[in-house]
């Protein structure tokens, strides 16, 4: 096992803990530069990653580190969407004022939930979001002359000082450039005060409060930082889809999110990351399973003769066309991660590595959780 | 329709009262309940009430065993977690419903179909005076059973302190199991009432949001605050779809949502819980 020792306040204040950590982080940063070159097919579907990526990090700072659950957050990553779309077509605004306005919008639209958010506590603060969600949604369809109502509205590609971003390897580069910034800004923010205080709400109001953290300000704060990385995702997005539609920002989308937080872990930045890869990768993988399970269950059934290869053939070929599947699979993925991983891949990797860091002495009790059977207990 | 709101809104509380979990399935299983209905009475030919038994009896037995299968397993958990773990399971059951009825709509016959009655000039048809014949009857009883029966008095405590109920000698797993079954119940005979009103299809759990909403605006966790809350927001939908332009309809009862719980937090009524240190 490797310790850090601290000799010096500046590496206590350090962005990482050590060189090593750093220089691994480096090398990622490296390999995702030239990932393109090796993997040109997926790139749209890295770049998806890369924007839900944005999404994970809003969720996780609001639900992960700040408590507060949130059930209509495609709502702002459609304001985000719809505005960057209206400022830069109609208005003719430039690119990078357009985003940051996008931006801006979607945080004021967070304010404005976070304020009557504040005295909500659980249930009622998750159904609050979401009946703002299906306003909203409500709003994008009605509004017709600026979101284009059902007819939906197409979005070109990003122009950014005169460059274009057409190209998959180029929107890929600018995704990966905001997905970094986003991290390294959220990640300097929660090591500062405000990030301390998020935590500090989320693990007990009342003792916050009790050590001078302003609950009001720090909670629409949260509502508003939340919304606001929102509002770019949902520029980004928009490019990335080419046309929007109301249907698109749904509860579905917003639960998705959530599951995103959930199945990458609670709490941690890069467990915000990790969901994302998983949930945008989930539907290639499935798509790809399409085509080659049947294939499979025939190989093996064909054992049995061929008449029982062709009717499996058929019958699994069926069965994983059905349209219902997918969301059916995120439910049993979220339901088993919940029941046997409650930490999410990021807490999996976590005791992995603190397995073979301790080797001989790992405990299962060191990740056990107190578990609370009084009402006032999980009162929060 | 404020009946079927006030009726699925009731699951809510009854489960929430009594496990102190927000379930999040509770539209899916009111779909499962209707199709079930649906297949025993078109498939196999059972006769109306009898199908209706089965289906609900049969939607109770699945409550209480997805609590005893699943659902034990996250007591104690926060109750993050355990939300989650109730839209995973929606997402499921969608799923399963979709693969096993496909994605087409059905229609439920009653034997009160097209009949109506006129009350002081009004004409009600027979499918709406069973639905809140139905939650008024429902109600009766739930409420009955819960302040004169042992058990559940013994329900109420378990809800109160899990633990200090379990050292009084209450059986709280057997009784979530019991709550759990109650409530998937309730959604079961909701669903079953809606079908002949509105149409069955796989998107009929999506009703549960509009339930979950009444369940807030009454005040979770307060039984007649459910029914209000339900006929309230039915009442909103009904007169917005009137007197205000199109497309209000939809969403005048989250307006009033937000504005409700905006001034009140813990809904209209609810009570405050603040946690002692």
């Known amino acids: 096992m490797r310790f850090v020792f601290k000799t010096s306040y500046a590496q206590d204040l350090g962005l990482f803990r050590d060189s090593v950590q750093r220089n691994w982080y480096v090398a990622l940063l490296a390999g995702l530069l030239v990932l393109p070159n090796l993997v040109p097919e997926y790139l749209v579907d890295i770049s998806l990653v890369f924007i839900y990526g944005l999404c994970g990090l809003s969720v996780m700072v609001l639900a992960g580190y700040t408590g507060l659950i949130s059930l209509g957050h495609a709502a702002f990553l459609g304001i985000g969407a719809y505005a960057h779309v209206y400022f830069i077509h109609d208005l003719g605004l430039p690119w990078a004022v357009s985003v940051a306005l996008a931006a801006a919008t979607a945080a004021a639209a967070g304010v404005l939930v976070g304020l009557p958010a504040l005295r909500m506590t659980g249930v009622y603060l998750a159904i609050a979001t979401l009946a703002f969600a299906l306003i909203i949604q409500e709003v994008f369809t009605r509004w017709d002359h600026v979101t284009g109502g059902l007819k939906g509205r197409p979005v070109d590609k990003a122009v950014i000082f005169g460059v274009s971003f057409a190209g998959d390897v180029a929107f890929y580069l600018l995704c990966l450039g905001f997905l970094a910034g986003g991290l390294w800004l959220t990640a300097n923010l929660l090591r500062s005060p405000t990030g301390r205080a998020w935590v500090a709400i989320r693990d007990s109001e009342i003792a916050a409060q009790s050590m001078g953290v302003n609950l009001g300000a720090y909670k629409t704060l949260a509502f508003a930082y939340s919304a606001g990385l929102m509002g770019v995702a949902g520029a980004l997005f928009a490019h990335k889809i080419g046309f929007l539609a109301p249907d698109i920002f749904s509860v579905l989308f917003s639960i998705q999110f959530l599951l995103m937080v959930v199945v990458g872990g609670l709490g941690s930045l890069h467990g915000a990351v990790f969901g994302a890869a998983f949930v945008a990768m989930l539907p290639v993988l499935i798509s790809q399973a399409r085509d080659s399970v049947p294939a499979w269950v025939g190989a093996m059934a064909a054992v049995f003769g061929s008449s029982a290869s062709e009717s499996a053939l058929l019958a699994t070929g069926r069965f994983v066309k059905q349209p219902g599947l997918e969301p059916g699979l995120f439910g049993l993925i979220l339901v088993l991660f919940i029941l046997f991983e409650p930490l999410g891949i990021f807490g999996r990797w976590m005791k992995i590595k603190l397995y073979f860091s301790m080797f001989p002495l790992y405990k299962r009790a060191t990740f056990r959780r107190q578990k609370a059977y009084m009402r006032s207990e999980r009162l929060r | ?277």
């Open chain 2, 1 to 277: 329709m404020g009946c079927i709101y006030g009726l699925v809104a009731l699951g809510f509380v009854l489960i929430y009262k009594a496990t102190e979990l927000v379930n999040f399935a509770q539209g899916d299983l009111l779909m499962l309940g209707a199709f079930t209905c649906y297949m025993l009475v078109v498939w196999y030919g059972v006769g109306y009430w009898l199908a209706f038994v089965l289906a609900v009896a049969a939607v109770a037995v699945f409550g209480a065993v997805l609590d005893a299968t699943v659902l034990r397993r996250v007591i104690g958990q926060p109750q993050f977690a355990l939300v989650m773990l109730t839209i995973g399971l929606a997402a499921m059951f969608r799923a399963f419903a979709s693969i096993t009825w496909g994605s087409e709509i059905y229609t439920l016959p009653t034997p009160f179909s097209a009949k109506a009655t006129r009350i002081g000039g009004v004409a009600v048809s027979h499918e709406y005076v069973s639905i809140i014949v139905g939650t008024v009857l429902l109600c009766g009883a739930l409420y009955a059973f819960f302040t004169f029966t042992r058990v559940g008095v013994a329900m109420q405590a378990a809800s109160q302190n899990q633990l200090a109920a379990y050292y009084m000698g209450i059986p709280v797993k057997r009784m979530f199991s019991l709550v759990w079954a109650i409530s998937a119940g309730v959604a079961a005979i909701a669903g079953v009432l809606l079908a002949p009103v509105s149409l069955i299809d796989i998107n009929l759990g999506f009703i549960g949001l509009k339930a979950f909403s009444a369940a807030v605006l009454g005040g979770f966790g307060s039984i007649p605050g459910a029914l209000v809350g339900g006929v309230t927001i039915g009442l909103i939908e009904l007169f917005s779809g009137v007197y205000l332009p199109q497309g209000f309809k939809d969403v005048a009862a989250y307006v009033v949502l937000l504005l409700v719980l905006a001034v009140r937090p813990q809904g209209m009524f609810g009570t405050v819980g603040r946690k002692k240190v």
